[in-house]
Each structure stands twice: as structure tokens, then as C-alpha cells.
């Protein structure tokens, strides 16, 4: 296993960002990160370790500020959709594990960002977009995944506050979070329309999130178990009984930056399959002479770029459309199609880069092959491709 994920003198392609959906300060933001990427050197053989030490240095680059708004220490006044893409796009091109810590600060605290109260906001948003804090969001149960109303995760209201009692799991930053976006049904008999959102601080009496989970991909993942979590009443996010809308609503801001997640990693292997074609030589010629090569080279490149064109539009219309905006219809369908196209096409990129390798594209230590696993679980979390299709055919229906 290789001990950095150094990018090799790679640095990802800027040509994307002239396009109109992109303004100045979006060009500027983009090179930026590449470079300041580039100089890091974070050990990513311990997942846990890495993923505090890249919170940590994300944070003091001033670079999760992008994942909360001004008024609370971010860097934008509201959470800028065509930022998080740029962002995310250029560290998953560097590191897989980078991507997910940034991306882990959003999603675990966007419900916060969204619909806390003044004072949930001033303690947790500042610390989150510092890197001081780590941030977890917790809706998925294992016998509720896709299917979110299907939680039995139970939060009853008392003298002194809230218990809550269940268990959540495929949880990302668990066991390493200071604190848990909770779901929880309030009132069982009214499926969606009776979830709410808690927040949880990490250490609590009655919260075990010992139970680490591992995947072919390395990230932090465990189980959480509450079983009589006391919380007082503060701890509840947002309207009682809105946590389902509320989910949704992060999910949505957050869908088009997997899609720039994978378009980053989907480039990355495209930028060392085009390295490679050019140097690998074989039956007195490069690899790049092959038409079949070139062939496969273009096909690689119209699934980028069709996957690109998705996201930048999902992202730009959540920032700038009137009527298609965020919250909106319109843009839940078009973040649906940009994470749904680039994911799958990236799947797809990185398998013909791996073909291209040979033998060296299987090899544990590979880029391509860190990459092969890296991209898989992208079509399955925050909501798998055949959520993405389904929010998709009900748009057509409507
Ligand atoms: N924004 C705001 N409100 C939304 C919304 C969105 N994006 N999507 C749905 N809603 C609202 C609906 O308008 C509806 O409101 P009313 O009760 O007022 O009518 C309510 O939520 C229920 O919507 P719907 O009937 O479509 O819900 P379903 O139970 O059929 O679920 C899917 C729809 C499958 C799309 C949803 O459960 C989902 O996204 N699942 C995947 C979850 C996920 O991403 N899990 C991964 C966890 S994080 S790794």
C-alpha cells in the first residue's frame, strides 16, 4: 500500500471553470486549491487519522469555511453550490479521503446551517467551518436506507427533554464526530410527516458508536446505538415532526457535489490513462497509436464531459435560477440526473482507465486501483442510483 497520496506531478485540468456557469471568483478558487492540494502530504493509511488530520489542515487552509454560511463563519453568504463543486471536484482529483472529510463538514452540519436555531448555529457552525469540530449526519438504519420513513429510530418528549432510543448505521465520521444530525420518527403512525432532526453530542451517556464498520474503500464508518439518550429540549433541529424535509433538504444541496466527487475521481483516471497511453510502449509503438486506444480515450472524455455539464448546471441552478432554484422541484430533478450520470460515468471511466493499465491497474498500490474501489460506494450513498431514478421518474409523472 502506498503511504501518500501524492498526485505525481498531476494537476487536475482548469479548462472546465471558463464555462458561463462560473464566475470570477470561482476561477480564482479552483487553481487555488490545486496548489495548496499539492503541497499537502497527509499519511492515508490510517483512515480515522487521516480523516482528522485532513479536517484539521482543510480547516486552518480556510478552505471549510465553503461549508457554512458567512454569518457564521463561512466564507460565502450562503452555501455556494457552484463552490462545493469546484471544491470537491479538485480534491477528489487529489484524494478520495480529502473529498469526503470537506464533504462530511457540509453534510453533517447543512441541516444546522439550514434550520437551526441562533444559538444551535453559533455552537456548532464556527467550529465546523474551523476544522475544530467534525460533523456527522445520521439518517440511514439498517432496515431504513433508501426507504427513510421506514425508521424506527424513536425520540419521545419528557419533562426534562427528549430519550431516544434506536439505531443508525453506515454512518460516515462515526466514532469520530463531535457531533450527530439525529433523525428520529416523533410520531410512528405518520411515516415522513413524523421525523425530526436532534442534534446529539458526541460522548453522550447512552450513545455507543463503538461498532466500526469497513469497506473496500477506507473511511470512517460505524454503527451508532441510543438507547435512552437523554437530550435536553434545545436539542431538537428544526420544526417537529419537518426532520424528513429537512434530510431532504441537505441531501439536495449536497447531490450535486457527489456528482463534482465523482467527476474528480473520473478525471483523475482519465488525466493517468492518457500518462500512460502516452508512455507505455508495446508491438513497436505507444499505447496512444492504438486507435482503440484513441477510441476509448474519446469515449472516456464524452462521459467526463457529459457528467461535467450536469453537475455545473445541478449547481448553478440551485445558486442562480429564479424559478428552478433551490427547493424546488426543478432542481431536486437536475441534482437527481447530475448525481445519477456522474457516478455511473465515472464508474465507468475508471474501469476503461483500469483496462488500459493492464495488469499494473489491478495492482494494490495503483492509483487506478485505489480508484476502482474508491468510486464504487458514490452510487450507493446519499441516495443510490436507483433513488436517483426514481426522484427522476416522479418529476416526469408530475
Ligand atoms: N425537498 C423538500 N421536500 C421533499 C423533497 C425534497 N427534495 N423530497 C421529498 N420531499 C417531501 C415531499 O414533498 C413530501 O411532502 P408532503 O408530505 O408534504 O407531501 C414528503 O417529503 C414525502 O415525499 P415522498 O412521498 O416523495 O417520499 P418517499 O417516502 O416516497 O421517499 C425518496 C422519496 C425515495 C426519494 C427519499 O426517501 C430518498 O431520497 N431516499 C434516499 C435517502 C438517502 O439519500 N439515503 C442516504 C442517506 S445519507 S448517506
Known amino acids: ?41 497527509v499519511d492515508e493509511r490510517d483512515d480515522r487519522a487521516a480523516c482528522k488530520d485532513w479536517v484539521a489542515r482543510l480547516g486552518a487552509g480556510g478552505w471549510l469555511r465553503y461549508c457554512v ?39 453533517g452540519s447543512g441541516a444546522i446551517t439550514l434550520a437551526g436555531s ?38 419521545s418528549r419528557g419533562a426534562q427533554g427528549w430519550r431516544l432510543s434506536g439505531s443508525k448505521t453506515w454512518i460516515s465520521n462515526g466514532d469520530l464526530a463531535d457531533f450527530y444530525v439525529v433523525f428520529a420518527k416523533t410520531d410512528p403512525q405518520a411515516g415522513s410527516r413524523g421525523i425530526s432532526a436532534f442534534i446529539v453530542d458526541a460522548g453522550r451517556r447512552g450513545l455507543d458508536s463503538s461498532e466500526h464498520i469497513h469497506v473496500m474503500a477506507p473511511h470512517p464508518l460505524a454503527t451508532l446505538r441510543l438507547q435512552d439518550c437523554a437530550l435536553q429540549e434545545e436539542a431538537l433541529l428544526g420544526p417537529l415532526h419537518g426532520g424528513f424535509k429537512l434530510a431532504m433538504q441537505t441531501l439536495d444541496i449536497f447531490r450535486a457535489s457527489v456528482a463534482a466527487a465523482a467527476l ?11 500518462a500512460h497511453a502516452r508512455h507505455r510502449r508495446m508491438f513497436g509503438q505507444s499505447l496512444a497509436d492504438f486507435q482503440l486506444t484513441q477510441a476509448r480515450l474519446g469515449e472516456m472524455s464524452a ?6 455539464l450536469l453537475t455545473y448546471r445541478a449547481a448553478w441552478q440551485r445558486d442562480c435560477s429564479g424559478t428552478g432554484g433551490a427547493g424546488t422541484a426543478a ?21 476503461m482507465a483500469l483496462q488500459m493499465f493492464g495488469g499494473r491497474g489491478v495492482q494494490v ?28 421518474g416522479k418529476h416526469a409523472l408530475k
Open 303 to 308: 462521459l467526463i464531459d457529459a457528467a461535467a
Open 264 to 274: 474528480g475521481m473520473a478525471r483523475r483516471a482519465f488525466a493517468e490513462a492518457v
Open 331 to 351: 432542481y431536486t430533478a437536475a441534482a437527481a440526473s447530475a448525481k445519477l450520470t456522474a457516478t455511473e460515468n465515472a464508474q465507468r471511466v475508471i474501469d
Open 69 to 107: 454560511p458567512a454569518a457564521h463563519g463561512g466564507a460565502l453568504a450562503r452555501l455556494d453550490s457552484r463552490a462545493l463543486v469546484i471544491l470537491r471536484e479538485t480534491l477528489a482529483f487529489h484524494s478520495p479521503l480529502a473529498d469526503f472529510a470537506f464533504a462530511m463538514q457540509g453534510l
Open 1 to 41: 500500500m502506498v503511504a501518500f497520496d501524492r498526485p505525481h506531478g498531476m494537476h487536475p485540468p482548469q479548462a472546465q471553470w471558463e464555462l458561463p456557469f462560473f464566475d470570477d471568483a470561482h476561477r480564482a478558487l479552483a487553481p487555488a486549491l490545486a496548489d495548496w492540494t499539492a503541497a499537502q502530504q
Open 365 to 392: 498500490g495503483n492509483k487506478i486501483e485505489s480508484l476502482y474501489r474508491d468510486i464504487r460506494s458514490l452510487r450507493i450513498y446519499e441516495g443510490a442510483s436507483e433513488v436517483q431514478l426514481l426522484i427522476l
Open 118 to 155: 441562533p444559538a444551535q448555529q453559533a455552537a456548532y457552525l464556527p467550529d465546523v467551518a474551523a476544522g475544530r469540530k467534525i460533523a456527522a449526519f445520521a439518517l440511514s438504519e439498517p432496515d431504513a436506507g433508501s426507504d427513510v420513513a421506514a425508521m424506527t429510530t424513536f425520540a
